[in-house]
């Protein structure tokens, strides 16, 4: 069983901090990474994907991939009270009959605090 | 107009009811998927189709029945609705094979469903 491990929230961040969510996952051959930010009773929705190791930026959002380790992780910068969401992890193993289904961790909920 | 729909979007029924939900996309995309959402167990994938032909289970597909009527159409059937299956479900398209080919998900808005 492929798995997907979000770090244990609620995760509750001032305004204009930064919000660190973090994700480990179990397959070492998995090829992409995604971020998804889902509002209450909402779908969810693409914030950020990342395939290669390193740092991915954009805006406030920022998306690390750490293969060897099996880690990616979200921070984003500047919270705000609009952030304030669940954040799931996505992992697809890219391999055969797989290819393109993504694994989604159980979600980090973030309440950022005026 | 959402580009993937689903309906209905909020659904109560009885224990051993048949209950078809049904899902659209206007996306084009070949790959189609059902989800399931509990509160802290994230989504789960029930079937997924990469093509009209192509249908397979997901890891929760027990109970659970899909039909690919079309490159559009992606319908989830539950024979005999049990009170474990409330929940909220997606449907979700997949850029895979398309030019952008980015493996994002697009969800549809969701079907609330409730098992009496």
């Known amino acids: 069983q492929k798995e997907v491990e979000q770090n244990s929230g609620p995760l509750s961040v001032p305004e204009g901090a930064i919000a660190s969510l973090n994700c480990t996952y179990s397959?070492?051959?998995?090829?992409?990474f995604f971020w998804y930010r889902q509002y209450s009773g909402k779908s969810p929705e693409l914030i950020m994907f990342i395939y290669s190791n390193g740092d991915k930026e954009d805006g406030r959002f920022t998306a690390q991939l750490n293969k060897a380790s099996q880690y990616v992780s979200l921070l984003i910068r500047d919270s705000q009270p609009s952030d304030s969401a669940t954040y799931l992890c996505?992992?697809?193993?890219?391999?055969?009959?797989?290819?393109?289904?993504?694994?989604f961790g159980q979600g980090t909920i973030l309440t950022v605090h005026p | 107009d959402a580009d993937v729909t689903q309906t209905p979007r909020n659904r109560i029924t009885k224990t051993g009811k048949r209950i078809m939900l049904e899902c659209s996309q206007t996306?084009?995309?070949?790959?189609m998927y059902w989800y399931r959402q509990d509160p802290g167990l994230g989504l789960r994938l029930i079937y997924y189709s990469f093509d009209v032909k192509d249908i397979n289970k997901g890891e929760i597909s027990d109970g659970y029945s899909v039909s690919r009527q079309a490159q559009a159409k992606f319908s989830l059937s539950l024979e005999s609705a049990i009170p474990n299956q409330t929940a909220l479900y997606f449907c979700?398209?997949?850029?895979?094979?398309?030019?952008?080919?980015?493996?994002?998900?697009?969800f549809g808005e969701g079907s609330r469903l409730t098992v009496l």
């Open positions: 996505a992992v697809n193993d890219g391999r055969g009959t797989s290819y393109g289904k993504l694994t």
């Open positions: 979700a398209t997949s850029d895979w094979g398309t030019p952008a080919n980015t493996g994002e998900l697009f």
């Open positions: 996306k084009g995309h070949d790959r």
């Open positions: 397959d070492r051959g998995s090829q992409s």
